[in-house]
DNA sequence: ATAGTTTTTGTTATAACATAACACAACGAA
DNA sequence: TTCGTTGTGTTATGTTATAACAAAAACTAT
C-alpha cells in the first residue's frame, strides 16, 4: 500500500486508450466500487465468483479469452473451468461492465461504464495488434452515420459491432 | 432453364440488402465470372474445390460457417472437411471475394468486389439477426468518421470491423 | 520430355472456443 | 420452516479453427 495521494487519472474516459501509466490502483478501484454500487442497485449479487472474474479483465487492460481468464483463476479446491467464467461474463455483459470483443474472441472490462445501462451500449473499439489493449470510444458521429447509412437501407440497428484493429500511439500509431 | 432474358438487376451494389427477388443466375454468374477473371489477372488458379467453395457461398446471399459450407459440398469419394474450405475461404478472402463476419464466426460472399483490391476493403455489414442475409455497405461518411476518431486517439488503423447487427426491409427493418 | 520447383490437396490429429444438462447449495421471502 | 429462485460444481459435448505432413498436380527451365 505505497503511493495513495489521489492522483486524478490523466482523462481515463476520453476515449483513447488508458494513458499508459495511470493510476491502475485507484481504476481498479473504482471501476470495481462501480460494480458493486450498480448491482446493489439492481438487486443483484456480485458473488465472489463473479468478483474475481472482473478482477481478472481489470489486471491489465488487455482483452482476455474465457479459457485464458479460466486459467488465471485461483479455483481454491474446486474444478472450475470455462463454465464459471462464462456465466460471470454473461452476467457482466448484460450489465455493461464487460464487453466481448468478437474479432478475438475475447472479452474486456468496460472502462467508462454508463449507469443503468446493459449490454455493449453503443461503444467502439480500438483493438491494438501489437500490445494488445483496448480503447474504448464513443464517438457521436460515428453513431449518428452508422444511424443514417442503417435508416437508408430500411435496416432497424439493433447492436452495432465495431471493433477497429491497427496500432495505438505507444505501438507506432503516433508515430 | 428458363427464364434467361436479361432483367438487369436491380441496384445490386447501392449498398442496400440484394432486393429479396434480384436475377440471381446472372448475380452467381457475373461473381464468379470476376472471379476466374481476377484469378487470371494476377496468376491464381480458381481450381475446382476453390470453385464448389465460392458458388456454395454464393447460392443465397446469407453467411455460412465453414462447417456448413464442407456439410453442402459434394466431395466425390474424398474425405472433406473443414480443412480444405477454410483454404478455399482464404484464399477469396486475400482476394476480396469473400468476407468474414466476425460476429457470427461466418462467411459470406462478396456483392460488389473491388477489382485488384483485397480483405475487406473497408466495408461495412448490415447482419440481419431475422432472416440471416447481409448487406455489404460502403459509406464514405462512415469511413471518414473512423479515420478521424483514429487520429483523434493517435491510432493507425489497419483493419477496421463494423458490423451491425439488426432487422433487414424485409424482416421489419422499414415497417 | 523430364527433372526440379512450387502450389494445391488429402488426411489425421488436435487446439481453441462455447454451451447443454443436471444435481446440489445458498439465499430470500412467505 | 418451507418453498421458490438464483448461483455453483461437474461432466459431457458441440462448434470453430489450425498444425503437420505426405502425396498429387501444375508450372518452369532446360
Known amino acids: 500500500m505505497g503511493e495513495d495521494h489521489d492522483h486524478a487519472q490523466e482523462r481515463p474516459a ?15 478501484a473504482g471501476l470495481l466500487d462501480h460494480a458493486d ?12 465468483n463473479r468478483r474475481v472474474v472482473l478482477e481478472c479483465l481489470l489486471a491489465d487492460h488487455k482483452p482476455l479469452s474465457a479459457y485464458d481468464i ?5 479455483w481454491q479446491g474446486r474444478r472450475g473451468g470455462p463454465v464459471q467464467v ?11 461492465l464487460v464487453h466481448r470483443i468478437e474479432s478475438l474472441n475475447a472479452f474486456v472490462a468496460c472502462t467508462h461504464p454508463v449507469d443503468g ?11 491494438c495488434t501489437d500490445c494488445g489493449r483496448v480503447a474504448e470510444a464513443s464517438d457521436p458521429a460515428l ?33
Request: charge should be positive.
Open 143 to 175: 453513431r449518428r452515420d452508422i444511424g443514417r447509412m442503417a435508416r437508408q437501407a430500411g435496416f432497424q440497428v439493433q447492436d452495432p459491432v465495431i471493433e477497429i484493429k491497427g496500432l495505438c500511439p505507444d505501438c507506432g500509431g503516433r508515430r
Open 14 to 28: 476520453a476515449g483513447l486508450f488508458p494513458a499508459a501509466r495511470h493510476d491502475h490502483r485507484a481504476c481498479v
Open 70 to 74: 479460466a486459467e488465471r483463476i485461483d
Open 117 to 127: 445501462d446493459g449490454a455493449r451500449h453503443g461503444a467502439q473499439f480500438l483493438v
Open 86 to 96: 462464462y456465466r460471470a461474463l454473461r452476467f457482466f455483459e448484460d450489465l455493461g
Open 37 to 48: 454500487e450498480l448491482c446493489r442497485d439492481q438487486g443483484l449479487r456480485l458473488t465472489p
